[in-house]
């Protein structure tokens, strides 16, 4: 399916949240996510399901001063 993510075009498999954060490199990092605009906590990530058109955004914390 396609879904927008961080502003890009991709095609995924994954149906749920956590299974196209794994797809895409992310399986083991600590990052935030939002779908649509709404924030989706880490614990809510396996019930979140994705449909075709969706904008996902994935956030990495950074360090810095």
């Known amino acids: 399916m396609r879904i927008e993510l961080n502003g890009e075009a991709r095609e995924v498999r994954g149906e749920r949240l956590d299974e196209v954060l794994v797809e895409l490199g992310y399986g083991g ?6 779908v649509n605009g709404g924030f989706v906590p880490a ?9 075709a058109g969706d904008r996902v955004e994935v956030l990495a914390p950074r360090q810095g001063g």
Do not use: E, N
């Not at 614990?43 to 449909?51: E, N, Y």
């Open 29 to 34: 990092a600590t990052v935030a996510t939002a």
């Open 43 to 51: 614990a809510a990530r396996a019930a979140r399901v994705l449909v």
